[in-house]
């Protein structure tokens, strides 16, 4: 089946086939490999992306549903080269060790940000509940996403 | 200490994993390139009768299927450290299993196919005959008379039988004690769960018959030794090993498995690459689990809260067949930790390793350790629980003091090895001053009047770091099958730019980082002009890898000296370029100037320049700075400290809320603070989970029913609060830097801390003792009764 998405600003066409993960398609057909996949239960939160402006799963959905939509992924979050205040949040706080699930965490926290400028550690720690990270103990991902939130708000 | 060592700076790592650019294992692309998928047992205990796979070969786009008889040439995984000094009744796994399975989710069959969907279709038509077995999944039923039995070569299910101490003195001391403590305590079996799974990557080219294998792997090297060296039987130079991006591991990567030599045998069979990655369920099922112990613990005590003596037996349950360290774990990494930071006069360890139909159980964060340090602290509060004093008082009465370093606690249960510093009051302390442990038993009394349950646990452990020397661990000692040095290279180009490679294997911790401060301080040259390489077998030195927090203890120490030795050569060549006798100059802020006139210097960067051209060397001097070594430690380290931790318990549900939770660790000199007190919150978490939810079960088929992440309670972002952090240093001497090792400290630590704490919130119903985790529902039955 013939799918169209806009992905960080580029138009891309292609045929899947209907059982296609969006997640796949990202990965496989448009090798945006930053999208991490890190279960098959839809509980990790490693694949979030952005989907009309949403963080949403990206192993949640095929990708004949997102036919037409608007995405983004992390590897279009930095703008002309230049970090995101949330990337460079993560970096400066030590909000990561492996890497593995920061795409998602910090595509996730960004949305987060959007619905709620200025979250408290515990609207933080509940926002990210669907995000799973085993090296940070979390802690320093909420030091992150606060950390952020200043900036962005600073910079607002 | 220089301009970066101890300062917190930001990681190297970072921009390109915050982007999105990292390639993790998952994310390689190989130019004709195919998909594997493993066609797993459905049993615990089976034999195989037949498979049939004639359905699973007519699916288009598909390559092969291949069962474990088309791979008898392929010699079965190694173990490679049996416990030091017993016989261990050996059995590891195929890369696919011919004529019996010991567990679910052993691989039996494999499918090759264009991509990994169709390969998936397959599989599930690939038709098993299995003759089910009986099961027997708990270790202590394994070995009573008339249990299953997994193997012919292992009698009662027993794999070994390994002790330590001396069992005579103990029981004889138990016999004077004024109280005796008994009880058991279980360590529940967990699952590792690294956000990334397990996969590999084969390539093979025929006509040099050499092997390039991507794995998810802690240890590249020690990989590749063991597939080619005793799976395939081929030279260890026809293998590279490369692990690509590594998403955590806590030990499960460290291990050889079926897989990752299975890919590699069909790429050699097809001649094309193949690529498998498992799925988050293979990854429960199949990829080791850790601890699983069931100990029967006496601990004697006089009435003053001196303990006279420990004695423990545990039945470690070590799954279906054996994984590449799995008996060393429950033996020399467990029984020799048992004095904890007291000095107890008599100690015995009695330990059974015992095979039972479930997955395979290796070492997991802490390894071992945390196992010894939860029995060690549970014990201390159970005997001041018994005597009515304070756990605190109890645990200063038994502290080994400063004046006995080094000290050799009793029993020979160490073999020797030596604590060679400590101050264990020191971080109790400190501990003490950010918790105000007066005011909090005020504030208990108070909560309990109003129905609330408040408690509070105490942990002031120690650990075994940097495990060593080689000869002590290695063969005729311990029984690790190799040794267990480091390595680092350092080459300064001729620009000046440094590239250090280095046998650890990091895959999370920040080594690239740490290293560059080590050698950017070393040399006096800026951190941006440092590059660190590592996680291939081509272009690092041999090296044993990343775990048991060995990278800055040993792989860090390795590299102070590499420096060493490049310094040293600049020193000779740098005087030659001043018309100066090597001892009238130093080596300084990365220039070589003479004694007293600081003016006339060459910088490093000249110096690199002219070693690297060699149009002129002192006599004797070979071109190019570029020098590796090779750090053997004298010691394994100890690092030690105190953890507070602080839960609510609530009476009508039986949940219990972590409130807040101190740490003060003393890892000896820290490199950069941030990394080291990242790896702190990483272990709590983990060692928290273990406390009051993780727990992998098995049910008496052997199904796993804790198989997913809706199953396994991996903590979520608002299960843990933020930690409260601070350190004491005592340096270590067992390596220049100084350094001790900090990966799994929190996680041996914070166990028994939250246990300690939920117990004591418990006082009040008469609970002394619950096994982890402590569940709403464990709890409130326990409030109920
Ligand atoms: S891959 Fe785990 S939630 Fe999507
Ligand atoms: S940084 Fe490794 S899983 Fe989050």
New binding site residues.
Partial sequence: MKVSMRVNGVDHEHDVEPRTLL?QHLRENLRLTGT?????????????IHVNGEAV????MFAIQADGAEITTIEGLATNGELHPMQKAFWENHGLQCGYCTP?MIMASVDMLKNNPNPTEEEIRHGLE?NFCRCTGYHNIVKSVKAAAESMQGGA | MGKYIGESVLRKEDPRLVTGEAKYLEDIQLSGMVHAVVKRSDYAHAKIKNIDTSEAEKVPGVIGVWTGKDFEDVNPMPCAWQAGGVDNNANTPRVLEIDKVTFTGQGVAVVVAEDRNIAEDASSKIVVDYEELPTVVSAEEAIKPGAPQLHENAPNNICMEWECGNQEGTEKALGEADVVVKEQLVNQRLIPSSMEPRGAIADYQPATEEFTVWMTSQAPHVHRLLATAFVFGIPETKMRVIAAHVGGGFGCKIFLYPEYCLVAALARKIERPVKWMET?SENFASTTHGRDHVTQIEVGAKNDGTINSLKVTTVANLGGTLSTIAPGIPTTLYGRLLSGTYKFPNIYCGVKGVYTNTGMVDAYRGAGRPEATYVVERALDLVANKLGMDVLDVRRKNFIQTNQFPYLPADGITKGLTYDSGDYEKPLNKALQMFNYGNFREEQKRARDEGKYLGVGFSTYIEACGVAPSAWIGVGGEGWGAGLWESANIRVHLTGKVVVTTGSSPHGQGTETTMAQIAADELGIPYEDVEVKYNDTLGTPFGYGTYGSRSAAVGGAALFNAVQKVKQKAVRIGAHMLEASPDDVVFEDGKVSVKGSPDQAKTIQEIAGAAALGYSLPEGDEPFLDETAYFDPPNTTWPFGTHICVVEVEKDTGSVMVKKYLAVDDVGNVVNPMIVDGQIHGGIAQGVAQALWESGEYNESGQLVSGS?MDYAIPRTDCLPSFELDRTVTPSPTNPLGVKGVGETGTIASTPAVVNAVMDALSPFGVTHLDMPLTSQKIWNAIQS
Avoid: L
């Fill in positions: 997640v991490h996949v890190g279960c098959d239960t839809s509980q990790c939160g490693a694949c979030t799963k990206a192993c949640t998602g669907g | 988050r992440m």
